[in-house]
């Protein structure tokens, strides 16, 4: 079992819904998450970063930590064609200072 | 120009060659990592270092071997290609929380490698 586990989808929906993308971990020790977005023949860059339970928004963007249940959401308000790439959740315990990647979600915005 | 800048950007090769991807980075970051991306599997660590003279496995290390000839310059090779090395690869880098850094990693545009 991979220490931290996304669906990968595909995920298709219209512009203008509201996209909740999901990841669950299973190592108590890690104590930061990110969400990383990868366009097309891109690298991955950071989107989301949170150190601890409970929610951070930044614009249409809001990720959300549940340690008690070990799982980790990202969701999109008003999509748009460009929120379309893979999004891959991550977490990683701060001393190490290495990522454990969930396989990603490749995410499609309908016109 | 990028900061973190893999060579090269796509390789053909054949079953028992060697190969070797490139990456050097301007961030001024003293950690350095190599993952490979399948899909359906996401990222796995191959190797990282976090200092010149500091290598470590990452998950997925058989078959690799890397070397850090500087702080800026991060290389993995592959010493006899096989086809289920075919895959794209990223080179990263972060900046040590001791230098201020959040564990946030920096991404290459990746190099993607097929074995035959």
């Known amino acids: 079992q991979k220490e931290v586990e996304q669906d990968p989808g595909p995920l298709s929906v219209p512009e203008g819904a509201i996209v909740s993308l999901n990841c669950t971990y299973s190592n108590s020790a890690f104590q930061y998450f990110m969400w990383y977005r990868q366009y097309s023949r891109k690298g991955p860059e950071l989107l989301m970063y949170?150190?601890?339970?409970g929610n951070k928004e930044d614009g249409r963007f809001t990720a959300q930590v549940d340690k008690s249940s070990k799982y980790i959401s990202l969701f999109i308000r008003d999509s748009q064609p460009s929120d379309s790439a893979t999004y891959l959740c991550a977490s990683g315990i701060q001393g190490a200072q290495k990522l454990v990647f969930g396989q990603g979600t490749r995410l499609t915005i309908n016109p | 120009d990028a900061d973190v800048t893999q060579t090269p950007r796509n390789r053909i090769t054949k079953t028992g060659k060697r190969i070797m991807l490139e990456c050097s980075q301007t961030?001024?970051?003293?950690?350095m990592y190599w993952y490979r991306q399948d899909p359906g599997l996401g990222l796995r660590l191959i190797y990282y270092?976090?200092?010149?003279?500091?290598?470590n496995k990452g998950e997925i290390s058989d078959g690799y071997s890397v070397s850090r000839q500087a702080q800026a310059k991060f290389s993995l090779s592959l010493e006899s290609a096989i086809p289920n090395q075919t895959a794209l690869y990223f080179c990263?880098?972060?900046?040590?929380?001791?230098?201020?850094?959040?564990?946030?990693?920096?991404f290459g545009e990746g190099s993607r490698l097929t074995v035959l």
């Open positions: 949170t150190y601890s339970s």
């Open positions: 270092s976090f200092d010149v003279k500091d290598i």
């Open positions: 961030k001024g970051h003293d950690r």
């Open positions: 990263a880098t972060s900046r040590s929380l001791g230098l201020g850094g959040t564990g946030e990693l920096f």
